[in-house]
């Protein structure tokens, strides 16, 4: 067992910390400690009186579906999380959190589901143990999963009003080849129609991935590591170990331009993203910080592109990046929706433009330090109670497994110099690493 | 990264990011902004959740959301409230209230609200009171061009945002107390000294339009069809159009239009200064001071006719190209938040269908059991963008309400079972009410989820100026006093007083129109289609369900066409 303390404060990190990146940007104690079974636990203390939340991450998302006719099976899986097992059926286990006051709920990305909850201090052993009930127990029949199946068509159809929906769904069929992040969370619109025929392999799917070495329990609030680790060692201790590995197909690397375009069957005002690969997630290789660090520098309502097009100009009206952090090499996405057509071409030149200067032009040293600190504040900003530091550590142990990962990563911040914006704008913004996707009305 | 209290989203309406709100500029918070509560991972991966968007994804439907914390409009003034603890100052003039909490954190948060809303809205001007937020959170100010401020406050992550209800404005921020000092001379002559310049106007007028005519009619069809009750429902009243205005008028309206309606309401009668965290003890005094420079103005009382009656069931069908069928019905209720039945109402609500929850009723009936769509809800307070968020945003406190119920798209040939399982189980909670073990229950769950509502600072802050204006007194404790007094009886007094299931609005969004309108008036037999065998008492209900009888007949059907709706 493991146990790792790390202590700062808000206020010393953000005084101290951007000028030398020496402390720690995650301000609160944590522990780590690690079951026989593969399982974590990593316990944050905090004083919000009475609050705790509950966040069982599980490392396992659409990257996942690697198999044909599969796509959207890890979020179709996380619904399924909710129908019950033989000593809580679900009526029963809603009854369970109905009474305790809990907010409960789950979502699913590429890379990670996670199944939360809020609740008050005094209920801290009932959720473990129901929730430790339905990792280790879930059951359910054909027909509740085929209701369910139909509940998740329900949401892909909620979700379809919206273009950038679309948008990301055939950027991301265009950009890819092999690697599952060719699809989206959701999945291909055929493999969710197919879903209700695929009792079988949920139950595959489970056994492989509903393990304690995917998963790790993230309690933070009113609590103590000692009560917590003690919990759950009682109900979660006797989770058995899996040993399946996927086996997760490279993408090879793109070798030409590719685009695509979307006639959007209502009127809309034009949208247009430009995409290219970027890396893999890292709190150690300089990359994606670096990316972060441009998003906010390139694209941000801050940026020279952002004042032209948006301010000065008008002729853009959304302006934003999705640089966002992977366990494999992803996207680096920024989009635009143009307030006229005619535009198109000119927003999509300043775009390119934008991502070939940072090539050549060195940006400012103070702007530079004014995005430091802004991602030091922002994160100072985000942690407000027990749920949003839980959040917050549910994205990077999803990566990472560890909170140190933050810390690592905001002194990887404090350490990108100007010459490493240009070097890795130069690595990746690569025309034959690109693909462009506009959505415009239908004639 | 991750949660991007500094990534955006922008989009004119809000946009952020990830986890949590929106810190980052002024851009693409404000007026039109909107703010997100998320989680999940963000940029370009969208997360999917069993009950909810949140996070990433969040952000990007967000897009198509409501955008914009949504306005609201009033028009009178000041309510029937109660004036409960507020702090005066001294000084000539009016008192300007203040709601204070002064804590330890190392954040600070503003809500600088003013008693004037949509409704107040001149007719043919609708949209100027959103328009007005707009000019002053999203504009610059005499001494700082907009551009400036966005690069001033970029460094600090904070982001300065207006939300416009009917009848309260709110501007809001929070900023690490490192940077208060900056941070309050940017908001404070953003609000006192605008720069009103046409730039910004254009920017933000094209902005407001392209909401209404792209965000809402064409991404986003839930919150097309919740806006639009609430405009079929208040058709010919000050709350009778959205918050963001009208299409048509907006088109219309001039910078002078705004600074007039500035002049008039942006004063020191309407004005309520709050503050929480971890501010200097003078601080609020000096706040007070600097807002003296607002016309002392009277205090006004917003005077709303009582809501038009609703006879029989009415249906608008808007129809638009999509895949999906958006349901959304209700009728007014005579009940707000400072009414003595609205904690037991409030009650009925949660069990019938609290805000994405699988515990309430129509939940578990329409999506658990029969797998209908993604959730199906029921309200007694204005909640906009809840596809976006689990809790209600503070600072939408109105006079009047309705009582709704929100089913989210289904399938078209689904719909009219859809319709008619939610008129049904609605007549059965009237007609038979609740019973003792789901009144216990549900009492048990309000009682503990109420801390969850108010787990932020800025969160507390809002639901202390809300019960300054309800009159009320503290939020959680008002809750848990008045669920610890109330009976079985109560609960099913008020069930009976104020819902019933004859005379409701009822907006539809859906492709086939008149196919939809067509089998309604006809009250032919709408026979749901299963995937797999379902237990015999679940069909027998369906049975009933199926045949159950909406008194629709066909004129008390329209169709309208996306195109013209917020028109």
């Known amino acids: 067992m493991k146990m790792f303390t790390f202590i700062g404060t808000l206020l010393c990190l953000l005084i101290a910390g951007s000028a030398h990146g020496t402390k720690d940007v995650f301000p609160y104690t944590y522990f780590i400690d690690d079951l026989p079974n593969g399982l974590r636990v990593i316990t944050v203390p905090t004083d919000h009186p009475n609050i705790v939340a509950l966040q069982v991450v599980m490392q396992v998302g659409s990257r996942n579906e690697v198999e044909p006719g599969k796509s959207g099976f890890a979020h179709f899986f996380e619904h399924m999380m909710f129908r019950g097992t033989k000593k809580f059926p679900a009526e029963k286990y809603q009854q369970i959190l109905k009474r305790a006051g809990v907010d409960s709920n789950a979502y699913t990305s590429d890379d990670l589901t996670v199944y939360h909850s809020t609740f008050s201090a005094e209920d801290l052993e009932t959720l473990l143990m129901v929730e430790a009930d339905r990792f280790q127990n879930l059951t359910y029949s054909v027909e509740d999963f085929k209701t369910e199946a139909k509940a998740v068509l329900g949401e892909y159809n909620k979700n379809s009003a919206n273009p ?43 056994q492989r991935y509903y393990r304690p070495e995917y998963a790790t329990i993230i309690v933070v609030g009113d609590v103590t590591r000692e009560r917590v680790v003690s919990l759950v ?47 893999a997630y890292s709190d150690e290789a300089k990359d994606m910080a670096t990316m972060d660090i441009i998003a906010n520098l390139a694209f941000s309502p801050s940026s020279e592109l952002y004042r032209r097009l948006v301010i000065k100009e ?70 407000d109670d027990p749920q949003s530091i839980a959040d917050t550590l549910a994205h990077y142990v999803a990566l990472r497994r560890t909170p140190e990962t933050i810390n690592k990563l905001y002194r990887l911040y404090d350490a990108i110099t100007v010459e490493d914006v240009q070097a890795m704008a130069r690595k990746y913004f690569v025309k034959a690493h690109r693909t462009i996707v506009t959505l415009a009305s239908k004639r | 990264m991750r949660h991007d209290r500094g990534l955006w989203l922008a989009v004119g309406i809000i946009m952020v990011i990830l986890g949590t709100l929106v810190h980052g500029s002024p851009s693409w918070t404000a007026s039109g902004a909107e703010t997100m509560h998320g989680r999940g991972n963000v940029h370009g991966a969208l997360p999917t959740m069993r009950n909810d968007d949140r996070g990433p994804v969040a952000a990007l439907t967000m897009i198509g959301g409501d955008g914009g914390r949504s306005p ?40 600088i609200l003013f008693n004037v809303g949509a409704a107040s809205d001149p007719p043919g001007k609708e949209g100027v009171a959103a328009l007005t937020a707009a000019m002053l959170s999203q504009g610059g100010s005499r001494q700082m061009t907009y551009e400036q401020i966005v690069q001033a406050m970029y460094p600090l992550a904070t982001s300065f945002t207006a939300q416009v209800d009917k009848e309260m404005t709110v501007f809001y921020g929070t900023t690490h107390r490192d940077n208060l000092e900056t941070y309050y001379r940017i908001i404070s002559d953003m609000l006192l000294d605008p720069g009103w310049r046409e730039e910004d106007f254009t920017r933000l007028k094209t902005e407001a339009i392209n909401f209404l005519k792209v965000n809402l009619r064409s991404s986003n069809d839930e919150e097309l069809g919740k806006e639009e009750l609430y405009n079929f429902i208040y058709e010919g009243h000050p709350y009778g159009h959205h918050n963001r205005g009208r299409v048509g008028a907006l088109e219309k309206l001039t910078l002078a239009d705004v600074k007039a309606f500035y002049r008039q309401h942006y004063t020191q009668a309407n004005l309520v200064i709050g503050l929480a965290g971890g501010y200097p003890p003078d601080f609020p005094e000096r706040v007070i001071t600097d807002f003296r420079r607002l016309p002392p103005g009277s205090p006004t009382r917003l005077k709303l006719p009582p809501p038009p009656p609703i006879r029989g069931l009415k249906m608008r069908i ?45 939940f578990q009936r329409m999506r658990e059991i029969r797998g209908l769509n993604y959730g199906d809800y029921a309200y007694i307070e204005y909640f906009p963008r809840g596809m976006f968020q689990f809790y209600p945003d503070p600072n939408l406190a109105r006079q009047q309400q309705i009582f709704q119920v929100w089913i989210r798209p289904v399938e078209p040939r689904n719909a009219h079972f859809a319709l008619r399982i939610a008129l049904y189980e609605l007549k059965k909670l009237v007609d038979r009410g609740m019973t003792r073990e789901d009144f216990e229950a549900t009492r048990q769950y309000l009682s503990k989820f109420v801390n969850l509502m108010v787990r932020t600072q800025d969160r507390r802050l809002g639901y202390a100026l809300d019960s300054r204006y309800y009159g009320i007194g503290e939020f959680t404790q008002y809750v848990r006093r008045a669920l610890a007094r109330l009976t079985l009886d109560d609960v099913n007094r008020v069930i009976k007083k104020y819902l019933q299931y004859k005379n409701i609005k009822i907006v539809v969004v859906t492709k086939d129109a008149r196919g939809f309108r067509d089998a309604v008036a006809s009250n032919r037999p709408s026979p749901i289609h299963y995937p797999a065998p379902k237990p015999k008492e679940i069909l027998q209900e369906d049975e009933i369900i199926a045949h159950f009888h909406l008194d629709l007949r066909p004129e008390d059907i329209e169709i309208v066409p996306v195109e013209r709706v917020f028109q």
């Open chain 1, 164 to 206: 950038l929906r679309k948008m990301l769904e055939v950027l991301r069929d265009t950009a890819f080849t092999r690697h599952p992040y060719k699809h989206t969370t959701m999945g291909f619109l055929r493999d969710i129609e197919d879903m209700p025929n695929q009792y079988e392999y949920s139950r595959t799917f489970f």
């Open chain 1, 233 to 279: 060692k009682k109900y979660w201790g006797s989770w058995p170990r899996g040993s399946y590995v996927p086996d997760i197909p490279a993408e090879p690397e793109q070798t030409e331009p590719k685009s695509a375009h979307i006639d959007w069957p209502m009127p809309t005002l034009p949208w247009i993203m430009i995409a290219y690969k970027g890396p």
């Open chain 1, 314 to 383: 008008q002729k853009v009206d959304q302006l934003f990046p999705l640089f966002s952090d992977h366990r494999d090499p992803y996207l680096l996405i920024v989009a635009a929706r143009v307030k006229d057509e005619k535009d198109l071409d000119y927003v999509k030149e300043r775009i390119l433009q934008t991502f070939a200067s940072l090539k050549t032009t060195p940006v400012s040293r103070e702007r530079l330090e004014a995005v430091k600190s802004h991602l030091r504040y922002s994160f100072a900003l985000s942690l």
């Open chain 2, 72 to 111: 609201g409009n009033t028009l009178m003034s000041a309510p029937t409230p109660k004036r409960p603890p507020s702090h005066g100052d001294a000084g000539p003039g009016p008192k300007i209230a203040t709601v204070l909490l002064p804590g330890e954190s190392p954040l600070v948060s503003f809500r």
């Open chain 2, 318 to 362: 808007i129809q638009k190209e999509t895949r999906a069928t958006a349901i959304s019905f209700g009728f007014p209720i005579p009940v707000n938040r400072s009414h003595p039945d609205w904690p037991a109402l409030w009650l009925v609500r949660s069990y019938f269908g609290e805000h994405r929850s699988s515990n309430s009723y129509l």
